[in-house]
């Protein structure tokens, strides 16, 4: 075999061998994902209230915090993806079925790192909402109203929405 048939013969076996892997690699993503739960579209996250009212709250007393439950209201699994707040003032957790507390989450870019807690068909989650109403300094006085987001993989509701609100004197 000449020098330019051995490199035609090499550069043939190389695709081969890549274009084997590719498949190969191909075949595992579909399976991996055909076994996460990807949400039904019937399937949605409810809250009991989705609102919260503090009232009026002190900077001096220090943080506050309210528990939102929220149940899958469908028939299948699904997935929070994502958890994050309105603004730093803010932390959420989260409490899973089996008691795990997952967190804290707080603003994009700040501690929101992916999540991916699992809620069964039926089951509920707690989310704490916990305000550090001394955040913003002195001048953080008046109406505060912040919000926590649960992104899931849900097609009717890919989003939820938790809110409270907050009247902070010094």
Known sequence: ???????????ILLLV??????????????NQNAALPTGNGATVLLAGED??????????NGKVSSVFSVQNDGETP????S???????????????????HGPFGMPGHTSPRTDIEVGAGETVSVEA??????HGPSG????ERSIYLETNSATQPRVELRFKAV???
């Open 168 to 170: 902070v004197t010094r």
């Open 51 to 60: 609102f919260f009212d503090f009232g009026t709250i002190s900077m001096r």
């Open 83 to 101: 958890v994050y707040t309105s603004c730093m003032c803010t932390e959420a957790f989260i409490s899973d079925t089996v008691g795990k507390k």
């Open 130 to 135: 916990v305000f550090d109403p001394a955040a």
């Open 141 to 144: 006085v008046g109406l505060a």
């Open 78 to 81: 699904m997935m929070i993806q």
């Open 17 to 30: 061998v890549l274009g084997l892997m590719f498949v190969a690699q191909g075949d595992s993503t579909e």
């Open 1 to 11: 075999m000449g020098n330019k048939q051995l490199v035609i013969f090499g550069a």
